[in-house]
């Protein structure tokens, strides 16, 4: 079982729409988890982190985090075609503040 | 404001050759990292110095060295390239390795192996 996992997709949604994004991970020790936005060719970008159980609203952006059930979500809002892109899901690892990264779930809003 | 720089962008080597990326911060972080990334597997941590004067092995060390040169630059080595170490690689910082803040990637340097 891989640390942090990810559906790979495609997950297609038309624009305007709600997209989910999920990612489970199986290190209970885990206290902090990043969403990145990666453009093919590009550099992984930050889009939110979430330390603590529940929801945190940025923009159209809300990541929701369950320790409990061991759960990350990223909701994006009203889905434009400029949200189409790879998301990856991170935990880190308190001691050397190391990530351990999922394969990562594409996005692609149709227009 | 340049934030996390690596160089080069693109190289192609032969099998055997050796290479040295490099990477450079100017935000005062004191931990970087490298990290490989290969189709569907997102990335992978190869080596990461917490601060100056320490380096450790991250998931998939084999084949690669790493140097801190100072507290901005965090090279690594590939002694013997292998056409399985065709890749893209990202280096990171971030302020410490107890910091909250996310990881800052710099732009990649993407690597063929013949």
């Known amino acids: 079982q891989k640390e942090v996992e990810q559906n790979s997709g495609p997950l297609s949604v038309p624009e305007g729409a709600i997209a989910s994004l999920n990612c489970t991970y199986s290190?209970?020790?885990?206290?902090?988890f990043f969403w990145y936005r990666q453009y093919s060719g590009k550099s992984p970008e930050l889009i939110m982190s979430?330390?603590?159980?529940g929801d945190k609203e940025d923009g159209r952006f809300t990541a929701q985090l369950n320790k409990a059930s061991q759960y990350v979500s990223l909701l994006i809002r009203d889905s434009q075609p400029s949200d189409s892109a790879t998301y990856l899901c991170?935990?880190?690892?308190?001691?050397?503040?190391?990530?351990?990264f999922g394969a990562g779930t594409i996005l692609r809003v149709k227009s | 404001n340049a934030g996390v720089t690596q160089t080069p962008k693109f190289q192609v080597l032969k099998t055997g050759q050796s290479m040295t990326l490099q990477c450079a911060q100017d935000?005062?972080?004191?931990?970087m990292y490298w990290y490989r990334q290969d189709p569907g597997m997102g990335l992978r941590l190869i080596y990461y110095?917490?601060?100056?004067?320490?380096?450790d092995k991250g998931e998939v060390p084999n084949g690669y060295n790493v140097s801190r040169l100072n507290k901005r630059e965090f090279s690594l080595r590939l002694e013997s390239a292998a056409p399985s170490q065709t890749s893209v690689y990202f280096c990171?910082?971030?302020?410490?390795?107890?910091?909250?803040?996310?990881?800052?990637f710099g732009d990649g340097t993407r690597l063929s192996i013949l």
């Open positions: 935000m005062n972080h004191n931990s």
């Open positions: 991170a935990s880190r690892r308190e001691y050397g503040n190391k990530l351990v």
């Open positions: 990171a910082s971030v302020l410490g390795p107890y910091s909250n803040q996310p990881q800052h």
């Open positions: 110095s917490a601060s100056e004067g320490t380096t």
């Open positions: 290190d209970r020790v885990s206290q902090s």
């Open positions: 979430i330390y603590s159980n």
